[in-house]
C-alpha cells in the first residue's frame, strides 16, 4: 500500500448532536488492516511528521502484522490531517488541516519488495500518475531482469494493481479540498490507464459514482463502469454508490450489479472504499489460486464473487467507529452466504450485462 497515512478528525452529526474523536486514518490504514485482518501480510510504504504516534505504527507491527519497517520515513513537520464531517445525511465534507509530506520513486526502490498486489492510494496528492507509471515501468524492468525467458504473460512481471480515483480527483486551495478540472482528470487517468499496456499488469480502478460522474459528466454507474473501461484501458472498474451497493465492468463479467450487504448499524463510513477496493484484489488473487490461473483468466462467477466479498468487508468496516471492525475472510464470506444483499436498482439497458450461470 503506497500513500500517507493521516492523522483525522471525525466529526458525525446525528439527531441534531454532533460527536468527535481522533483516530489515525488514511487509505493505507484502512487498506493494510482490511488485508491484514483478511489474511495476507501487507506492506506500507509512507511518509509521516514527527508527530506521528510511533506507538500506533508498533501497533501495526506486533498486533497486525503488517510490514512498516522499511517503507516507513519520518520527516521533520506534521503529518497529513484532515477533518472529516458526517452531516445527518451521512454526506461527508473534507477540510485540509495539513497536507504532508510527498513520496518519491527513491522512497519506494529499497522497499517494495515483490508484491502480489499494489495498491496507490494517495490522499493529499503526495504523488501523482506519472509517479504510478514510473513505480510499474521499474518493477516490470526488474522481473524481466530476474526472469528474462519470462513471457509477456508470466505471472512473474508485475503485481495487479488497485487505484483509487479519490486521491487522483483531489486538489486543494488552502484548506479548501476540490475537484481537479474535468480535462486534467482525463489526461491523469490515460496516464493511469497506460500502466496496463506499458507494464503488461492487471489494474483495477475504483471510483464512487459522484467522481465518475465529475470526469464524464451525467452518467448512470454501469454506464460510468463501462466507459471507464472501455475508454482508457483499465482491465476492470468498480463504481460505487455507497449503502445502494455499485457496478463492475470487466471483460469477464460487462457491466455487473454488486450489492453491498446489510450491516447491524452504521456508525463511520470512513475506509469503506479502501476496504472494498482490498478485499476485492485479494479475492481476486484468492479465486486465482484456486482456479490455477492468471486474474485475467478468471470466469464471471468468481469476478463478481470476488466482488461481493469486497462489499461484504466494507459493511464491517461501518459498524464500528475509526480503523476497526476488519473481518477474517471467512467472517466475510458468511456473510455474503448469509447476509442481506441490497436489490439492484432500474437502470438503462445501454450497458452489457452478466448473468451468472445457475
Not at 28 to 34: I, P
Not at 189 to 204: H, M, N, Q, R, Y
Amino acid at each position: 500500500f503506497i500513500g500517507n497515512f493521516v492523522n483525522d478528525v471525525i466529526v458525525i452529526t446525528k439527531d441534531g448532536r454532533e460527536t468527535s474523536s481522533v483516530a489515525t486514518g488514511g487509505s493505507v490504514t484502512y487498506g493494510s488492516l482490511a488485508a491484514s485482518t483478511y489474511g495476507v501480510t501487507p506492506r506500507v510504504i509512507s511518509i509521516v511528521g514527527s508527530d506521528f504516534p510511533p506507538e500506533f505504527l508498533a501497533r501495526l507491527k506486533d498486533e497486525h502484522k503488517i510490514d512498516v519497517t522499511s517503507g516507513i520515513r519520518t520527516c521533520d513537520g506534521k503529518t497529513t490531517s484532515y477533518r472529516l464531517h458526517y452531516d445527518e445525511a451521512g454526506k461527508r465534507t473534507l477540510k485540509l488541516e495539513e497536507k504532508g509530506h510527498e513520496i518519491t520513486i527513491a522512497d519506494v526502490e529499497g522497499s517494495i519488495g515483490t508484491p502480489d498486489a499494489l495498491f496507490f492510494v494517495p490522499v493529499a496528492a503526495e504523488f501523482d500518475d506519472q509517479f504510478v507509471l514510473d513505480v510499474m515501468t521499474l518493477l516490470a524492468s526488474r522481473a524481466k531482469s530476474n526472469h528474462p525467458h519470462a513471457s509477456s504473460s508470466s505471472s512473474h512481471r508485475t503485481p495487479v494493481v488497485g487505484l483509487d480515483v479519490q486521491g487522483f480527483l483531489r486538489t486543494f486551495e488552502g484548506k479548501r479540498v476540490l475537484t481537479r478540472d474535468r480535462e486534467v482528470m482525463l489526461h491523469k487517468l490515460k496516464v493511469l490507464g497506460s500502466v496496463a499496456a506499458s507494464a503488461g499488469a492487471f489494474v483495477i480502478l475504483k471510483t464512487e459514482h459522484g467522481e465518475a460522474e465529475a470526469i464524464l459528466g451525467p452518467m448512470d454507474p454501469a454506464s460510468c463502469a463501462k466507459e471507464l473501461r472501455a475508454r482508457f484501458g483499465f482491465s476492470m472498474v468498480s463504481v460505487t454508490m455507497g449503502g445502494l451497493g455499485g457496478y463492475l465492468s470487466s471483460e469477464a463479467t460487462g457491466e455487473v450489479y454488486v450489492p453491498t450487504f446489510t450491516p447491524r448499524t452504521v456508525t463511520d463510513e470512513t475506509g469503506c472504499g479502501d476496504t472494498f477496493l482490498a478485499g476485492l484484489v485479494l479475492e481476486l488473487l484468492h479465486q486465482a489460486r484456486e482456479a490455477k490461473c492468471t486474474i485475467a483468466g478468471l470466469s464471471g462467477d468468481r469476478v463478481l464473487y470476488a466482488a461481493k466479498m469486497g462489499s461484504a468487508a466494507a459493511s464491517f468496516c461501518v459498524e464500528s467507529l475509526g480503523p476497526s471492525g476488519f473481518q477474517s475472510r471467512d467472517r466475510v464470506a458468511e456473510r455474503v452466504r448469509d447476509g442481506t444483499p441490497t436489490q439492484e436498482p432500474a437502470r438503462p439497458s445501454s450497458v452489457t450485462v452478466y448473468k451468472p450461470r445457475k
